[in-house]
């Protein structure tokens, strides 16, 4: 019987740490579109490695669910997590001012680091510029473009497959306008967007470095229409 209790708890623990993470990504989202957007925005990139902090939630979400086990399932006393538990009840005052510091940080860091792509301009918000730095598509001053080509998938690293378009400012700023990206206005195809933007930059004499190393990579895993559209960008070169 506790065996069954014990897995019915994981199942229903495991989709629920699933549900909370689509809502925090959901909810962080939104926060950054209202603080962020314009209303001629094209799209806007939530950026690397900032979005990947948001994986941090989700430890929150199983370390809850794992205190949780522990008090309702566990029938042995684990050393280390009684510690930690009187640790936290011993000095609760300090420890909620320092876990609360840390996590109003942690959201201003993952909330504030915004790219948003307008008809003529690029807009970047970082920690040190939370108004946002305003650069004109004059400003772009090469493109480097083409597919990651690491085997492993982890919170902070790029996969294998993955189509990377990082555009370089004058003043040495990079922005990869396919991090995470956060959206496009009107729900239009972002990969429509990319055509375009790369027509533009190409047509203005940005200097471009394009490879279609790994693109077998990403033609794997993705729909031929998207994939036929990324291998035109990456031949798009003069």
């Avoid at 909370?20 to 962080?28: D, E, K, Q, R, T």
């Avoid at 029938?75 to 005052?93: A, E, G, L, Q, W």
């Avoid at 990082?166 to 429509?192: H, Q």
Wanted: with cysteine.
């Amino acid at each position: 019987m506790k065996i069954i209790k014990s897995i019915v708890f994981w199942v229903l623990a495991t989709i629920n740490i699933v549900i909370l993470s689509i809502v925090c990504f959901a909810l962080i989202a939104f926060i950054q579109s209202k603080l962020f957007l314009p209303n001629d925005y094209i799209m806007w990139v939530f950026k690397y490695p900032a979005s990947r902090l948001v994986f941090i939630y989700e430890i929150y979400f199983l370390l809850l669910f794992l205190y949780i086990a522990y008090k309702k399932l566990v029938s042995f006393k684990i050393p280390f997590v009684d510690k930690m538990n009187n640790f936290i009840k011993k000095d609760k005052k300090s420890f909620t001012i320092v876990f609360t510091t840390a996590n109003i940080i942690l959201l201003y860091i993952i909330i504030v680091n915004v790219s948003v792509i307008s008809n003529d301009k690029i807009k970047d918000y970082s920690v040190f510029s939370p108004s946002g730095r305003e650069y004109s598509y004059e400003d772009v001053v090469s493109i480097d473009t083409g597919v990651y080509g690491n085997k492993i998938r982890l919170p902070f690293m790029h996969y294998k497959g993955e189509f990377y378009y990082i555009i370089e400012f004058n003043d040495g700023k990079k922005i990869n306008l396919n991090d995470s990206i956060g959206g496009a206005n009107g729900n239009e195809d972002v990969y429509k967007i990319f055509e375009d933007l790369d027509t533009s930059f190409v047509n203005m004499g940005v200097k471009k470095t394009a490879s279609m190393e790994n693109f077998e990579a990403l033609s794997q895993r993705a729909d031929k229409k998207y994939s036929d559209r990324i291998k035109g960008i990456l031949e798009n070169v003069k």
